[in-house]
């Protein structure tokens, strides 16, 4: 690395001074109090070009650009449990009583404070998005089982349902009198949904469903709300019909059911369904995941949730939609709401644990130059490495989820089959892009933050743990990065056979015959750094990449179809088409950044944003090198620059790191560890584990 700085130097009496300084730097490594000149190593790292440096962050400004329009419901949501220390969640904690509290918190919210959340989930869904997320700051285990409550159990009710569904159930739903679940998954099968063996077999004579178990693979498992709380469960079952053939029966697909698991009065569990708890997890222990069993549990034929498929009193089945897989894909189309909901909650977890490890690297102090006091840990290269690039995603990734949010709020009413198609994909991407990155960064943070990282106090096992899920959940990521690949290919094959581009994947009908010709052999070496930080050329280079990837796995496939078939194909390119969503989605969360930079309306805030833009564009690219100079899109010198110029991006964005953390707007009762309190922060932290302040002490000697 200072080799690589020291290029910079050219000639002369100069070479003894980097002697010199490369010397004091071998010292450092070796004793690092001895460290000689640290202004000279700032310089280097700087490449002389500090006098460019943005020094001040108009943070109210950006604050107000940032906030949304539904920033007052999240105030509420922290006021209300400011006022409520009785509901805050103590760092130690059984997961019975975890799962008591829980419940108070969301009864609390919804009776107490008067927040319900549940019309929004049809009326306003950026709103419902917002309360999530502030809620999950309380406690993750809350925002989930807010979530399984309004999104899971009450979205399929009024999505998957009609009128008379919706009549029955919203209001109970909403004042929490019908705690509900959302029973899909099975012991055999999760991802692969149209596995699942849960029958429900109509009754002519009764006019009644029956809900069977078939066998234990088919028992429901990990069913939020199950274990405790939930008196009914939305079921996931084959629809089977009565015929007059030899067969005697017909699968119609998968279909949801309302099914009361316990008694509304005396809350025991109702006959021929057993129920039994998944027991403590790795996070998250404040919901409580329940498996639950099937024997001949007869239901009402009315509680089959009707939108898509419907049967008739004498048994006859109707539907809009031709086939079982459109019904199908019609079902699970309605649930990609839990999908935007965990993509912006893991965003509110990586503006939180970044928050904790900037304000706390900015305090602590390890070292410095000889006779001169400590520096703060962030100014050490290596941080700046590991947290400005976080730090940056962080604001990439807002951007990206509040637009996949405002698409998703159109698509909910206007049911535009372009817009339905493009959330479908970008919700299953930006879930697993997102989600993927933030479970990476926690422990990067909390390796950042040293050994008061890992204090519980200072929240990184809890945000780790109960974030981790985030992962699987709501589909897996590798499964849902597939679906965008899929999507991807479908695009493609459509521009080769003169089919329409949906909106965002424009840039491939604009764009691919660009990407697709040779690089410029000009252009490959330019390392300028006002051509570097064009967003023309960042765009460029992740689209080059994306088109590449995308043209490539279209030939291997062809190739491998031959002798492997459909299913062998996409295996054998499996890795190759993982990488291409993942750079995809990379594309769309860049475009979104860069036009929130441009329309951003304070000349300030976007001088800032457009910094940490660059930084997020260029860090990325860096970080795919290998790739990039495979294909010669960069010839070696333009990678070195890019290099050079993600570290010294880092280091600018490390000088406004504060502002920019601030701008978060976080209050200290969200992120509430004491190493990152805004101000006493070790004294705060010293009063944890019990030391009085030092006024305290002093008066009582
Ligand atoms: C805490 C918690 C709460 C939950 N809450 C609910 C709930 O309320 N209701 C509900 O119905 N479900 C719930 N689930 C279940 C959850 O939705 C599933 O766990 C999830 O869908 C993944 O399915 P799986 O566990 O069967 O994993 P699997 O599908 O078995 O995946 C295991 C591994 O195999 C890989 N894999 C699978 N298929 C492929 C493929 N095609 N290509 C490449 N790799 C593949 C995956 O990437 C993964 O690494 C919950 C789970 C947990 C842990």
């Not at 991807?488 to 010709?517: C, H, I, P």
């Not at 620059?641 to 993600?646: D, M, Q, S």
């Amino acid at each position: 690395m200072e080799g690589h700085n020291l290029d910079q130097i050219q000639t002369g009496d100069e070479s003894q001074t980097i002697a010199r300084r490369v010397q004091r730097l071998t010292l450092h490594l070796i004793a690092p109090i001895a460290v000689a000149d640290y202004s000279n190593l700032q310089l280097l790292t700087c490449g002389g070009r500090a006098k460019k440096l943005i020094n001040n962050v108009n943070t109210g400004a950006l604050s107000d650009y940032m906030r949304g329009k539904y920033r007052d419901i999240q105030e509420k949501v922290y006021d209300y449990f400011n006022t409520r220390p009785d509901l805050q969640t103590p760092i130690e904690i059984s997961t019975d009583q975890h799962r008591q509290l829980c419940m108070r918190q969301l009864t609390g919210l919804v009776k107490e404070a008067g927040i319900r959340p549940f019309r929004y989930v049809l009326e306003d869904p950026a709103k419902y998005f917002a309360i999530l997320e502030a809620v999950g700051s309380v406690d993750f285990s809350l925002g989930i089982k807010m979530g399984v409550q309004y999104s899971l159990w009450g979205g399929s009710v009024i999505n998957l349902g009609t009128k008379k569904h919706r009549d029955k159930y919203f209001d109970g739903i909403d004042n929490l009198e019908y705690l509900g679940c959302f029973a899909m998954t099975e012991l055999h099968h999760g991802s692969n949904v149209q596995g699942l063996q849960t029958v429900a077999t109509f009754d002519p004579i009764t006019d009644e469903f029956v809900i069977d178990t078939p066998n234990d693979g088919a028992i429901k498992w990990w069913i939020g709300n199950a274990a405790v709380h939930g008196k009914f469960a939305t079921v996931f079952a084959k629809l089977m019909l009565p015929t007059h053939d030899v067969k005697g029966l017909s699968d119609m697909g998968v279909h949801a059911f309302i099914v009361p698991i316990r008694d509304l009065r005396t809350h025991q569990v109702l006959p021929g369904i057993e129920v039994h708890d998944c027991g403590h997890k790795i996070g998250l222990n404040g919901v409580d995941n329940g498996a639950l069993r099937f024997r001949s549990v007869r239901i009402p034929r009315d509680n089959l949730l009707n939108r898509f498929g419907d049967v008739s009193r004498d048994g006859k089945y109707s539907s809009n939609l031709p086939t079982i897989n459109k019904r199908f894909a019609a079902t699970l189309g309605e649930l990609v709401g839990g999908r935007v909901g965990l993509a912006s909650s893991s965003v509110g977890v990586l503006k939180i644990a970044v928050t904790i490890a900037i304000r706390y690297s900015l305090l602590r102090q390890q070292f410095g130059p000889p006779k001169q006091p400590e520096i703060s840990i962030l100014d050490y290269q290596s941080q700046q490495h590991k947290l400005m690039p976080m730090l940056a995603s962080a604001y990439a990734f807002h951007f990206a989820t509040l637009s996949l949010v405002d698409k998703y709020s159109v698509m909910k009413s206007s049911h535009d089959d372009e817009i339905v198609g493009d959330v479908h994909t970008l919700s299953a991407g930006l879930k697993a892009y997102v989600t993927s990155y933030t479970a990476k960064s926690l422990s990067v943070c909390r390796e950042a933050c040293g050994g008061h990282g890992y204090a519980a106090v200072n929240r990184f096992g809890t945000l780790r743990n109960d974030h981790d899920i985030f992962q699987t959940f709501e589909g897996d990521n590798t499964v849902l990065l597939q679906q965008v690949a899929a999507d991807l290919l479908k695009k493609y094959k459509e521009k080769f056979q003169g089919g329409t581009l949906a909106v965002t994947w424009n840039y491939l009908r604009d764009s691919m015959s660009k990407y697709l010709s040779q690089p410029n052999p000009v252009t490959v070496r330019w390392e300028g750094e006002d051509h570097l930080r064009d967003p023309q050329f960042q765009l460029d280079a992740f689209r080059y990449r994306t088109s590449r990837l995308l043209q490539t796995v279209a030939v291997r496939l062809n190739k491998h179809y031959k002798t492997l078939g459909g299913f062998g194909a996409w295996n054998r390119c499996l890795n190759h088409l993982l990488t291409l969503a993942e750079s995809h989605i990379e594309s769309v969360i860049l475009a979104k950044f860069i036009e929130a930079v441009q329309s951003c309306p304070e000349e300030n805030s976007r001088a800032a944003l457009k910094l940490i833009c660059d930084l997020y564009a260029l860090d990325r690219i860096w970080k795919d090198i290998g790739t990039y100079r495979n294909v010669d899109f960069v010839a070696p010198n333009k990678a070195k620059a890019i290099h050079k110029l993600v570290e010294y991006l880092s280091f600018q964005v490390k000088n406004i790191a504060k502002e920019l953390v601030d701008a978060f707007d976080l209050p200290d009762n969200v992120t509430r560890a004491p190493i990152a309190m805004q101000s006493e922060a070790y004294a705060q932290y010293t009063q944890f584990v019990g030391f009085q302040t030092q006024e305290a002490t002093a008066a009582n000697t």
